[in-house]
Protein backbone atom coordinates (compact mmCIF):
# COMPACT_ATOMS: atom_id res chain seq x y z
CA UNK A 1 0.00 0.00 0.00
CA UNK A 2 1.19 3.23 -1.04
CA UNK A 3 0.18 6.88 0.12
CA UNK A 4 0.73 8.46 -3.44
CA UNK A 5 -2.37 10.16 -4.57
CA UNK A 6 -4.34 8.97 -1.51
CA UNK A 7 -5.51 11.08 0.75
CA UNK A 8 -4.70 9.20 3.99
CA UNK A 9 -3.12 10.77 7.04
CA UNK A 10 0.44 10.50 7.34
CA UNK A 11 1.55 7.50 10.02
CA UNK A 12 3.48 7.47 12.69
CA UNK A 13 6.22 5.32 13.28
CA UNK A 14 6.24 3.03 16.05
CA UNK A 15 8.81 3.82 19.68
CA UNK A 16 9.08 7.52 20.86
CA UNK A 17 12.68 8.71 18.96
CA UNK A 18 14.45 7.33 16.45
CA UNK A 19 17.72 8.48 16.53
CA UNK A 20 19.09 5.74 17.78
CA UNK A 21 17.85 3.10 15.43
CA UNK A 22 18.62 5.95 12.75
CA UNK A 23 22.29 6.39 13.63
CA UNK A 24 22.73 2.86 14.13
CA UNK A 25 21.54 2.25 10.31
CA UNK A 26 21.48 5.84 8.85
CA UNK A 27 21.16 4.28 5.07
CA UNK A 28 18.42 1.60 5.50
CA UNK A 29 16.47 2.46 8.49
CA UNK A 30 14.02 5.13 6.95
CA UNK A 31 13.29 2.72 4.18
CA UNK A 32 12.59 0.09 6.17
CA UNK A 33 10.05 1.77 8.22
CA UNK A 34 7.96 3.40 5.35
CA UNK A 35 8.13 0.15 4.04
CA UNK A 36 6.42 -1.39 7.47
CA UNK A 37 4.23 1.03 7.01
CA UNK A 38 3.00 1.14 3.75
CA UNK A 39 3.97 4.75 3.17
CA UNK A 40 6.31 7.27 1.87
CA UNK A 41 6.03 9.55 4.65
CA UNK A 42 5.80 9.08 7.98
CA UNK A 43 6.34 10.89 11.40
CA UNK A 44 8.64 10.11 14.26
CA UNK A 45 11.16 12.02 16.23
CA UNK A 46 15.06 12.23 15.64
CA UNK A 47 16.84 13.97 18.57
CA UNK A 48 13.35 14.05 20.70
CA UNK A 49 12.46 16.74 17.76
CA UNK A 50 9.20 15.91 15.86
CA UNK A 51 9.82 15.29 12.28
CA UNK A 52 8.30 13.68 8.87
CA UNK A 53 10.33 11.48 6.95
CA UNK A 54 9.69 11.60 3.16
CA UNK A 55 10.80 9.19 0.32
CA UNK A 56 10.20 8.78 -3.28
CA UNK A 57 11.17 11.44 -6.89
CA UNK A 58 7.55 13.07 -6.23
CA UNK A 59 8.63 13.60 -2.21
CA UNK A 60 12.15 14.90 -3.80
CA UNK A 61 10.08 17.60 -5.50
CA UNK A 62 7.84 18.65 -2.75
CA UNK A 63 11.21 18.79 -0.37
CA UNK A 64 13.74 20.62 -3.02
CA UNK A 65 10.94 23.22 -5.32
CA UNK A 66 9.24 26.20 -4.61
CA UNK A 67 11.33 27.19 -1.55
CA UNK A 68 9.23 25.22 1.20
CA UNK A 69 11.99 24.57 3.18
CA UNK A 70 15.14 26.20 4.70
CA UNK A 71 17.89 24.60 5.66
CA UNK A 72 18.12 26.58 9.22
CA UNK A 73 19.11 24.35 12.24
CA UNK A 74 18.39 22.01 9.75
CA UNK A 75 21.92 19.89 10.93
CA UNK A 76 23.27 19.86 13.97
CA UNK A 77 26.38 22.49 14.89
CA UNK A 78 29.34 20.31 14.08
CA UNK A 79 27.63 19.12 10.63
CA UNK A 80 26.91 22.55 9.65
CA UNK A 81 30.50 23.78 10.39
CA UNK A 82 32.29 20.82 8.79
CA UNK A 83 29.98 20.60 5.64
CA UNK A 84 28.64 24.46 5.20
CA UNK A 85 29.21 26.93 7.70
CA UNK A 86 27.60 30.11 8.54
CA UNK A 87 26.97 32.55 5.58
CA UNK A 88 27.25 30.34 2.89
CA UNK A 89 24.86 29.48 -0.29
CA UNK A 90 23.49 27.27 1.91
CA UNK A 91 22.44 28.71 4.52
CA UNK A 92 20.72 31.79 2.01
CA UNK A 93 17.29 31.64 0.40
CA UNK A 94 15.30 33.57 -1.73
CA UNK A 95 16.66 36.24 -3.79
CA UNK A 96 20.24 36.35 -1.72
CA UNK A 97 20.59 32.57 -2.58
CA UNK A 98 20.04 32.59 -6.35
CA UNK A 99 22.33 35.44 -6.44
CA UNK A 100 25.58 33.34 -4.94
CA UNK A 101 23.66 29.90 -6.25
CA UNK A 102 24.57 31.87 -9.75
CA UNK A 103 28.28 32.39 -9.02
CA UNK A 104 28.85 28.75 -8.30
CA UNK A 105 26.51 27.19 -10.86
CA UNK A 106 28.95 30.14 -13.51
CA UNK A 107 31.79 28.06 -12.16
CA UNK A 108 31.00 24.74 -12.34
CA UNK A 109 28.94 24.05 -15.49
CA UNK A 110 30.40 24.11 -19.10
CA UNK A 111 33.89 25.13 -19.72
CA UNK A 112 35.15 24.72 -16.07
CA UNK A 113 33.60 21.87 -15.73
CA UNK A 114 35.48 19.98 -18.82
CA UNK A 115 39.20 22.31 -17.28
CA UNK A 116 38.28 20.05 -14.17
CA UNK A 117 37.85 17.01 -15.91
CA UNK A 118 41.43 17.85 -17.99
CA UNK A 119 43.47 18.67 -15.11
CA UNK A 120 41.38 14.92 -12.91
CA UNK A 121 42.79 12.95 -15.88
CA UNK A 122 46.65 14.55 -15.68
CA UNK A 123 46.70 14.29 -12.06
CA UNK A 124 45.15 10.63 -12.03
CA UNK A 125 47.34 9.55 -14.94
CA UNK A 126 50.22 10.78 -13.81
CA UNK A 127 49.79 10.14 -9.97
CA UNK A 128 48.38 5.68 -11.12
CA UNK A 129 52.15 6.01 -13.37
CA UNK A 130 54.05 6.40 -10.03
CA UNK A 131 52.14 3.79 -8.31
CA UNK A 132 52.82 1.08 -10.79
CA UNK A 133 54.17 -1.88 -9.24
CA UNK A 134 54.21 -0.51 -5.41
CA UNK A 135 52.44 -2.57 -2.60
CA UNK A 136 48.58 -2.37 -1.92
CA UNK A 137 47.56 1.22 -2.03
CA UNK A 138 44.64 2.36 0.30
CA UNK A 139 41.93 4.11 -1.62
CA UNK A 140 40.72 6.29 0.85
CA UNK A 141 43.87 7.59 1.28
CA UNK A 142 45.28 7.90 -2.27
CA UNK A 143 42.12 9.39 -3.76
CA UNK A 144 41.61 12.12 -1.61
CA UNK A 145 45.23 13.23 -1.90
CA UNK A 146 44.92 13.24 -5.76
CA UNK A 147 41.72 14.98 -5.53
CA UNK A 148 43.04 17.97 -3.61
CA UNK A 149 45.71 18.64 -5.98
CA UNK A 150 42.79 18.58 -8.84
CA UNK A 151 41.20 21.27 -6.64
CA UNK A 152 43.36 23.16 -5.85
CA UNK A 153 45.06 23.59 -9.27
CA UNK A 154 41.50 23.90 -10.89
CA UNK A 155 40.76 26.87 -8.40
CA UNK A 156 43.93 28.42 -9.34
CA UNK A 157 45.70 28.55 -6.19
CA UNK A 158 49.01 29.17 -6.76
CA UNK A 159 51.76 26.77 -6.52
CA UNK A 160 53.64 28.46 -3.53
CA UNK A 161 50.37 29.00 -1.37
CA UNK A 162 49.46 25.02 -1.80
CA UNK A 163 50.22 22.35 0.54
CA UNK A 164 48.54 19.39 -0.80
CA UNK A 165 49.34 16.73 1.93
CA UNK A 166 47.50 19.43 4.36
CA UNK A 167 44.91 20.53 2.63
CA UNK A 168 44.10 16.94 1.80
CA UNK A 169 44.09 15.70 5.20
CA UNK A 170 41.56 18.67 6.60
CA UNK A 171 39.40 18.94 3.52
CA UNK A 172 38.96 14.66 3.67
CA UNK A 173 38.09 14.62 7.34
CA UNK A 174 35.26 16.98 6.92
CA UNK A 175 33.66 14.78 4.91
CA UNK A 176 34.78 11.80 6.96
CA UNK A 177 33.70 12.90 10.07
CA UNK A 178 30.67 15.19 9.36
CA UNK A 179 28.21 12.05 10.21
CA UNK A 180 29.89 11.45 13.57
CA UNK A 181 30.30 12.56 16.78
CA UNK A 182 33.48 12.38 18.82
CA UNK A 183 37.21 12.96 19.25
CA UNK A 184 37.56 12.70 15.52
CA UNK A 185 34.60 14.92 14.68
CA UNK A 186 36.46 17.44 17.22
CA UNK A 187 40.05 17.20 15.65
CA UNK A 188 38.44 17.47 12.26
CA UNK A 189 36.68 20.89 13.38
CA UNK A 190 40.08 22.09 14.28
CA UNK A 191 41.82 21.49 10.78
CA UNK A 192 38.57 23.17 9.37
CA UNK A 193 39.34 26.11 11.15
CA UNK A 194 43.12 25.78 10.08
CA UNK A 195 41.79 25.78 6.30
CA UNK A 196 39.22 28.74 6.88
CA UNK A 197 42.06 30.47 7.78
CA UNK A 198 44.42 29.97 5.19
CA UNK A 199 41.37 30.07 2.64
CA UNK A 200 40.66 33.60 4.13
CA UNK A 201 44.32 34.76 4.08
CA UNK A 202 44.36 33.78 0.72
CA UNK A 203 40.91 36.20 -0.55
CA UNK A 204 42.82 38.84 1.46
CA UNK A 205 46.01 38.72 -0.51
CA UNK A 206 44.16 38.59 -3.65
CA UNK A 207 42.15 41.59 -2.81
CA UNK A 208 44.80 43.66 -1.39
CA UNK A 209 46.74 42.49 -4.74
CA UNK A 210 49.22 40.95 -3.12
CA UNK A 211 48.70 38.10 -4.40
CA UNK A 212 48.28 37.37 -7.97
CA UNK A 213 45.10 35.22 -9.17
CA UNK A 214 44.63 34.21 -12.59
CA UNK A 215 41.80 35.38 -14.35
CA UNK A 216 38.89 33.10 -14.74
CA UNK A 217 40.06 30.95 -11.91
CA UNK A 218 37.57 29.92 -9.53
CA UNK A 219 40.01 32.10 -6.65
CA UNK A 220 39.78 35.18 -8.84
CA UNK A 221 35.94 35.20 -8.99
CA UNK A 222 34.91 34.40 -5.67
CA UNK A 223 37.21 36.62 -4.36
CA UNK A 224 35.25 39.38 -6.44
CA UNK A 225 31.67 37.76 -5.49
CA UNK A 226 29.22 40.81 -4.25
CA UNK A 227 26.54 40.93 -1.26
CA UNK A 228 22.99 41.66 -1.54
CA UNK A 229 24.52 45.21 -0.58
CA UNK A 230 27.01 45.29 -3.96
CA UNK A 231 30.05 44.73 -1.39
CA UNK A 232 32.69 42.62 -1.64
CA UNK A 233 31.44 39.09 0.73
CA UNK A 234 33.21 39.21 3.82
CA UNK A 235 36.64 37.78 3.41
CA UNK A 236 35.36 34.83 6.23
CA UNK A 237 32.21 34.35 4.09
CA UNK A 238 34.23 34.24 0.74
CA UNK A 239 36.65 31.49 2.46
CA UNK A 240 33.65 29.76 3.39
CA UNK A 241 32.57 29.28 0.06
CA UNK A 242 36.15 28.57 -1.78
CA UNK A 243 36.12 25.65 0.32
CA UNK A 244 32.66 24.74 -0.29
CA UNK A 245 33.88 24.68 -4.00
CA UNK A 246 37.48 22.52 -2.60
CA UNK A 247 36.18 20.27 0.11
CA UNK A 248 33.45 18.78 -2.40
CA UNK A 249 35.35 17.70 -5.10
CA UNK A 250 37.88 15.83 -2.61
CA UNK A 251 34.54 14.34 -1.43
CA UNK A 252 34.58 12.79 -4.77
CA UNK A 253 36.83 10.55 -3.65
CA UNK A 254 33.94 8.62 -2.10
CA UNK A 255 32.01 8.06 -5.39
CA UNK A 256 35.56 7.08 -6.89
CA UNK A 257 36.21 4.63 -4.28
CA UNK A 258 32.93 2.77 -4.64
CA UNK A 259 32.99 3.47 -8.78
CA UNK A 260 36.13 0.72 -8.23
CA UNK A 261 34.25 -1.39 -5.87
CA UNK A 262 31.58 -1.94 -8.51
CA UNK A 263 34.65 -2.46 -11.36
CA UNK A 264 36.25 -4.86 -9.51
CA UNK A 265 32.74 -6.84 -8.82
CA UNK A 266 31.27 -6.21 -12.57
CA UNK A 267 34.57 -7.42 -14.29
CA UNK A 268 32.79 -7.35 -17.91
CA UNK A 269 32.27 -3.70 -17.25
CA UNK A 270 36.09 -3.39 -15.98
CA UNK A 271 37.43 -5.45 -19.44
CA UNK A 272 35.13 -3.74 -21.46
CA UNK A 273 36.46 0.27 -20.46
CA UNK A 274 40.13 -1.30 -20.29
CA UNK A 275 39.62 -1.92 -24.17
CA UNK A 276 38.85 1.20 -24.88
CA UNK A 277 35.05 0.56 -25.01
CA UNK A 278 33.14 3.40 -23.04
CA UNK A 279 29.76 2.83 -24.55
CA UNK A 280 28.06 2.37 -21.35
CA UNK A 281 30.14 4.86 -19.12
CA UNK A 282 27.57 6.89 -18.94
CA UNK A 283 24.98 4.39 -17.26
CA UNK A 284 28.22 3.26 -15.03
CA UNK A 285 28.55 6.53 -13.12
CA UNK A 286 24.59 7.07 -13.23
CA UNK A 287 24.66 3.73 -11.18
CA UNK A 288 28.00 4.88 -8.64
CA UNK A 289 26.10 8.16 -8.05
CA UNK A 290 22.37 5.87 -7.00
CA UNK A 291 23.98 3.07 -5.42
CA UNK A 292 26.57 4.52 -3.52
CA UNK A 293 25.77 5.19 0.23
CA UNK A 294 27.12 9.05 0.98
CA UNK A 295 24.34 11.37 2.48
CA UNK A 296 21.63 9.18 3.79
CA UNK A 297 18.99 12.01 4.19
CA UNK A 298 18.60 15.98 4.30
CA UNK A 299 16.43 17.90 6.17
CA UNK A 300 14.68 21.05 6.36
CA UNK A 301 12.16 23.69 8.49
CA UNK A 302 8.80 24.06 6.31
CA UNK A 303 8.81 28.06 6.02
CA UNK A 304 4.62 28.00 5.52
CA UNK A 305 1.69 25.62 6.21
CA UNK A 306 1.91 22.88 4.07
CA UNK A 307 -0.02 19.55 2.57
CA UNK A 308 0.72 16.36 1.73
CA UNK A 309 -1.75 14.14 0.06
CA UNK A 310 -4.01 15.86 2.33
CA UNK A 311 -2.46 15.78 5.48
CA UNK A 312 -0.73 19.00 6.92
CA UNK A 313 2.60 19.78 7.70
CA UNK A 314 2.28 22.19 9.89
CA UNK A 315 4.81 26.02 9.47
CA UNK A 316 8.68 25.24 10.99
CA UNK A 317 7.71 21.70 11.15
CA UNK A 318 11.03 19.57 10.33
CA UNK A 319 10.68 17.43 7.49
CA UNK A 320 13.80 15.20 6.34
CA UNK A 321 14.08 13.66 2.93
CA UNK A 322 15.01 9.75 2.70
CA UNK A 323 18.09 10.11 -0.18
CA UNK A 324 19.20 6.45 -0.15
CA UNK A 325 15.61 5.13 0.30
CA UNK A 326 14.26 7.24 -2.89
CA UNK A 327 17.35 6.16 -4.94
CA UNK A 328 16.35 2.98 -4.03
CA UNK A 329 12.58 3.15 -4.36
CA UNK A 330 11.19 0.11 -6.64
CA UNK A 331 8.78 2.35 -8.14
CA UNK A 332 11.70 4.58 -10.13
CA UNK A 333 14.35 1.70 -10.04
CA UNK A 334 12.62 -1.87 -10.95
CA UNK A 335 15.30 -4.36 -9.01
CA UNK A 336 16.81 -1.48 -7.13
CA UNK A 337 19.77 -3.00 -5.51
CA UNK A 338 20.72 -4.43 -8.58
CA UNK A 339 23.98 -2.23 -10.39
CA UNK A 340 22.83 -2.13 -13.95
CA UNK A 341 24.48 0.63 -16.04
CA UNK A 342 21.94 -0.36 -18.93
CA UNK A 343 18.79 0.32 -17.10
CA UNK A 344 18.69 4.07 -18.55
CA UNK A 345 18.70 3.10 -21.84
CA UNK A 346 16.03 0.40 -21.23
CA UNK A 347 13.63 3.45 -19.67
CA UNK A 348 14.02 1.05 -16.44
CA UNK A 349 15.03 4.96 -14.24
CA UNK A 350 15.71 8.49 -15.54
CA UNK A 351 19.14 9.57 -14.38
CA UNK A 352 17.66 13.15 -13.72
CA UNK A 353 16.03 11.15 -10.67
CA UNK A 354 18.79 10.48 -9.02
CA UNK A 355 18.71 12.73 -5.68
CA UNK A 356 22.33 12.07 -4.14
CA UNK A 357 23.18 15.36 -4.84
CA UNK A 358 19.06 16.66 -4.51
CA UNK A 359 16.74 17.72 -6.54
CA UNK A 360 14.72 20.92 -7.99
CA UNK A 361 17.14 23.24 -10.17
CA UNK A 362 20.49 24.14 -9.75
CA UNK A 363 20.29 27.58 -9.51
CA UNK A 364 16.53 28.16 -7.61
CA UNK A 365 16.76 25.69 -5.18
CA UNK A 366 19.08 23.82 -3.15
CA UNK A 367 20.04 20.74 -5.64
CA UNK A 368 24.05 20.46 -5.79
CA UNK A 369 25.75 22.95 -8.04
CA UNK A 370 28.61 19.83 -8.51
CA UNK A 371 26.16 17.46 -9.71
CA UNK A 372 27.88 17.52 -13.58
CA UNK A 373 31.65 18.05 -12.26
CA UNK A 374 31.18 14.95 -9.92
CA UNK A 375 29.65 12.92 -13.10
CA UNK A 376 32.81 14.56 -14.52
CA UNK A 377 35.45 13.43 -11.79
CA UNK A 378 34.02 10.21 -11.89
CA UNK A 379 33.83 9.37 -14.97
CA UNK A 380 37.39 11.00 -15.85
CA UNK A 381 38.70 9.08 -12.77
CA UNK A 382 37.51 5.37 -14.42
CA UNK A 383 38.83 6.30 -17.83
CA UNK A 384 42.52 7.08 -15.89
CA UNK A 385 42.05 3.44 -14.16
CA UNK A 386 41.22 1.81 -17.27
CA UNK A 387 44.37 2.86 -18.85
CA UNK A 388 46.22 1.05 -16.38
CA UNK A 389 45.85 -2.66 -14.89
CA UNK A 390 44.94 -3.04 -11.74
CA UNK A 391 43.03 -5.10 -9.21
CA UNK A 392 41.60 -5.14 -5.35
CA UNK A 393 43.39 -6.90 -3.07
CA UNK A 394 42.68 -7.70 0.53
CA UNK A 395 39.95 -9.77 1.81
CA UNK A 396 37.32 -10.95 -1.01
CA UNK A 397 34.46 -9.85 -1.69
CA UNK A 398 35.09 -6.55 -0.21
CA UNK A 399 32.14 -5.65 2.05
CA UNK A 400 30.72 -2.21 2.94
CA UNK A 401 29.52 -1.47 6.21
CA UNK A 402 26.72 0.56 6.20
CA UNK A 403 27.01 1.39 9.95
CA UNK A 404 29.44 3.96 9.32
CA UNK A 405 28.36 7.94 7.58
CA UNK A 406 29.53 8.09 5.18
CA UNK A 407 29.65 3.86 5.07
CA UNK A 408 32.83 2.46 4.10
CA UNK A 409 34.40 -0.47 2.56
CA UNK A 410 35.55 -2.37 5.22
CA UNK A 411 39.05 -2.18 5.92
CA UNK A 412 39.59 0.28 2.91
CA UNK A 413 39.41 -0.55 -0.95
CA UNK A 414 42.72 -1.31 -1.07
CA UNK A 415 44.62 -1.72 -5.28
CA UNK A 416 47.80 -2.78 -6.99
CA UNK A 417 48.65 -0.92 -10.02
CA UNK A 418 50.57 -2.67 -12.91
C1 LIG B 1 30.91 14.34 -3.61
C2 LIG B 1 29.83 14.39 -4.26
C3 LIG B 1 28.75 15.33 -3.83
C4 LIG B 1 27.65 15.05 -3.09
C5 LIG B 1 27.21 13.70 -2.52
C6 LIG B 1 26.93 16.29 -2.92
C7 LIG B 1 25.71 16.39 -2.28
C8 LIG B 1 25.01 17.56 -2.14
C9 LIG B 1 23.68 17.68 -1.60
C10 LIG B 1 22.79 16.52 -1.11
C11 LIG B 1 23.36 18.99 -1.60
C12 LIG B 1 22.03 19.61 -1.16
C13 LIG B 1 22.06 20.02 0.28
C14 LIG B 1 20.73 20.60 0.72
O1 LIG B 1 19.69 20.19 0.22
O2 LIG B 1 20.73 21.46 1.60
C15 LIG B 1 24.51 19.72 -2.10
C16 LIG B 1 24.61 21.08 -2.18
C17 LIG B 1 25.75 21.73 -2.55
N1 LIG B 1 26.86 21.19 -3.15
FE1 LIG B 1 27.19 19.26 -3.47
N2 LIG B 1 27.62 17.29 -3.53
C18 LIG B 1 28.73 16.75 -4.12
C19 LIG B 1 29.67 17.40 -4.91
C20 LIG B 1 29.75 18.75 -5.02
C21 LIG B 1 30.76 19.46 -5.78
C22 LIG B 1 31.81 18.77 -6.68
C23 LIG B 1 30.58 20.79 -5.52
C24 LIG B 1 31.39 21.95 -6.00
C25 LIG B 1 32.64 21.87 -6.42
C26 LIG B 1 29.45 20.91 -4.62
C27 LIG B 1 28.97 22.08 -4.08
C28 LIG B 1 27.76 22.19 -3.41
C29 LIG B 1 27.22 23.45 -2.93
C30 LIG B 1 27.89 24.82 -3.01
C31 LIG B 1 25.94 23.15 -2.38
C32 LIG B 1 24.95 24.13 -1.72
C33 LIG B 1 23.85 24.43 -2.71
C34 LIG B 1 22.71 25.26 -2.17
O3 LIG B 1 22.47 25.26 -0.95
O4 LIG B 1 22.02 25.89 -2.98
N3 LIG B 1 28.98 19.66 -4.34
N4 LIG B 1 25.50 18.82 -2.45
Known amino acids: MSTRGDHVAIPTAPGFDSSLPFLADGYRFLSRTADALGTDAFRTRIALRPIVVVRGVEAARFFYEGGRFDRARALPPTVVHLLQDRGSVQTLEGES ?4 KTGFVDL ?7 RLARLA ?4 SERLRGLRGSGPIAMHDEL ?3 LTAVALRWAGVPEHRRDD ?4 DELWQMVRQAGSFGAGTWRALLLRRRSERWARELIADVRDGREAAVEGTPLAAVARWTGDDDQPLPAAVAAVELLNLLRPIVAVAHFVEFALLALHLEPAYKAAFHDGEFTDIDGFVHEVRRRTPFFPAVAGRATGDLDWHGDGIDRDSWVMLDIY ?6 SAWPRPQSFDPKRYERGEG ?4 IVAQGAGDPVADHRCPGEPATEALIGT ?5 SHMRWSAVGPQPPKVRYRSLPAEVVGGLQVRVF
Request: hydrophobic share 30%; aromatic share 8%; proline share 5%.
Open 97 to 100: HERR
Open 108 to 114: LVGSSEE
Open 121 to 124: FEEF
Open 144 to 146: PRI
Open 165 to 168: EQRA
Open 325 to 330: GTNHDP
Open 350 to 353: DARN
Open 381 to 385: AIRAF
